[in-house]
Nanobody, 125 residues
Framework: QVQLVESGGGSVQSGGSLRLSCAAS????????MAWFRQPPGKGRERVAV???????TYADSVKGRFTISQDNAMNTLYLQMNSLKPEDTAMYYC???????????????????WGQGTQVTVSS
């Protein structure tokens, strides 16, 4: 069982930055695909960024060049650095994890097993 707790959300103006953190209850370095998802009000959930066991990253087109996913294995923490924020980035952001498997790269995993409670990000124009 993996427990995930997000923090770092808040309200910022357009163009600002935020850094989200996700504290995991287990070592996340080599066993799990880790990802950030978001869900805007009244809309579906979108996968924002993924980081695989070897550190490879994948981003949604909407955040490429602005967001960076990273992890600190020693601290069992996942991060999402968000720069140049836009009003359309407003959403509840969730950290998620799924056990990595050798036959499917993390970039292709769509179903995640473990979820945090979410942290709200609001960007005003």
């Amino acid at each position: 069982q993996v427990q995930l707790v997000e923090s770092g959300g808040g309200s910022v103006q357009s163009g600002g930055s935020l850094r989200l953190s996700c504290a995991a209850s287990v070592n996340i370095g080599s066993r799990y695909c880790m990802a950030w998802f978001r869900q805007p009000p009244g809309k579906g959930r979108e996968r924002v960024a993924v980081i695989g066991r070897n550190g490879g990253t994948t981003y949604a087109d909407s955040v490429k060049g602005r967001f960076t996913i990273s992890q600190d294995n020693a601290m069992n923490t996942l991060y999402l650095q968000m720069n140049s924020l836009k009003p359309e980035d407003t959403a509840m952001y969730y950290c998620a994890a799924v056990t990595a498997v050798s036959w499917t790269p993390c970039s292709l995993r769509s179903q995640y097993t473990y979820w945090g409670q979410g942290t709200q990000v609001t960007v005003s124009s």
